[in-house]
């Protein structure tokens, strides 16, 4: 039988806060009386979004970004934070105009995604961009991004890549593929 009832919070302490996170320490009781303490990472924001940028009827384009997580350059898609007051629609459109300088008259929302529930509150939206045209923005990037246009049939090969790991762009692999069936 799954347990429906939520575990109460009895407390939640902010441990540290950047700009983009804060770490806090809440303190639960679970329905069946048992006191537990849990860590959890809290996004400063509203989420964020990733957006697979379609050129063509055939292929994706794809980025070439340092992430320091990781400490090294990685492959993926069009991505960054929603702003306060922006829409997860509005924020795709902005990112993919700073990040590849190009708008897109077709932008459909394939799926809302959670990475690391069990510690984070994390959300990230998921954008398919088609008819896209000339039209760049500054962004906010400290160095030129270089891109890469990948043929869809060869998603297999991109999943393979050891610079090719984030789990969102990934999973967008596969929506992509399905979704032109």
């Not at 006191?35 to 384009?61: E, K, T, Y």
């Amino acid at each position: 039988m799954l347990v429906s009832r939520l575990p109460r919070i009895t407390a939640i302490e902010s441990i540290a806060a950047t700009p983009l996170f804060e770490m806090q320490r809440v303190d639960l009781e679970f329905a069946n009386g048992q006191a537990a303490r849990f860590h959890r990472l809290m996004g400063q924001g509203p989420g964020s979004v990733v957006v697979v940028p379609m050129p063509d009827a055939h292929h994706v384009r794809l980025i070439k970004e340092y992430a320091v997580g990781f400490e090294r350059y990685e492959l993926g898609f069009v991505k960054g934070k929603i702003d306060d007051g922006e829409t997860p629609q509005h924020a795709a459109s902005r990112e993919l105009r700073e990040e590849i300088g190009c708008r897109a008259g077709t932008l459909q929302h394939l799926t809302t995604v959670t990475v690391t529930p069990g510690y984070s509150n994390f959300q990230s939206w998921i954008f398919l961009a088609s008819e896209l045209s000339h039209d760049p923005l500054e962004g906010d990037e400290p160095e030129e991004l270089e891109t890469q246009d990948w043929p869809i049939n060869q998603f297999d090969a991109l999943r393979t890549r050891q610079d090719f790991t984030d789990a969102r762009c990934v999973l967008a692999t596969y929506l992509v593929a399905s979704q032109l069936k």
